[in-house]
């Protein structure tokens, strides 16, 4: 479980697709998520690199994680609805370790921002992650939301 930097409820354990990555939230709160994840074969594309959709699911979960972690409070979750991630370096291998930060916060959406650092804390990526604030039972997808309470 991550450990809960701001005083806020640690974020569950990754599952889905942070699971099948390897992606691990290290701490998490309000004010700033910080996750990372080893590369190895899984992350790779076709030339050996880090694929970018790894770049830009790491960078989703960090936003993500910190802004549902805002909403909570105010008994809404939220969803992403534009993710604008630039690969700045490639990686081969080694530890990845990516930071979200928000950027703006308010009732109706969010704004964060995440960069990922190799472990010579050179930027191998960078992004941002707009996401919409729903209120419980506001219709997603054909379904109804539900919020977690804190």
Request: charged share 25%; hydrophobic share 40%; with cysteine.
């Given at each position: ?11 569950p354990?990754?599952?889905g ?79 990845i ?33 707009r ?20």
């Amino acid at each position: 479980m991550p450990k809960d930097t701001g005083g806020s409820t640690p974020w569950p354990v990754p599952t889905g697709w942070d699971d099948v990555m390897g992606l691990r939230i290290v701490s998490a709160s309000r004010d700033e998520v910080v996750a990372e994840y080893v590369v190895d074969a899984r992350h790779h594309q076709p030339y050996g690199i880090v694929h970018g959709g790894v770049h830009c699911s790491a960078v989703e979960t960090v936003c993500s994680t910190g802004a549902g972690m805002d909403a909570i409070a105010r008994g809404q979750s939220v969803v992403g609805v534009e993710n604008h991630t630039s690969f700045v370096r490639a990686v081969r291998a080694g530890k990845i370790t990516v930071r979200a930060r928000p950027i703006t916060r308010g009732r109706r959406s969010q704004l964060w921002e995440a960069v990922a650092r190799d472990e010579q804390e050179r930027i191998v990526s960078t992004g941002r992650v707009r996401l919409l604030c729903l209120d419980a039972g506001s219709e997603l997808a054909g379904e109804t939301v539900a919020v977690k309470s804190a």
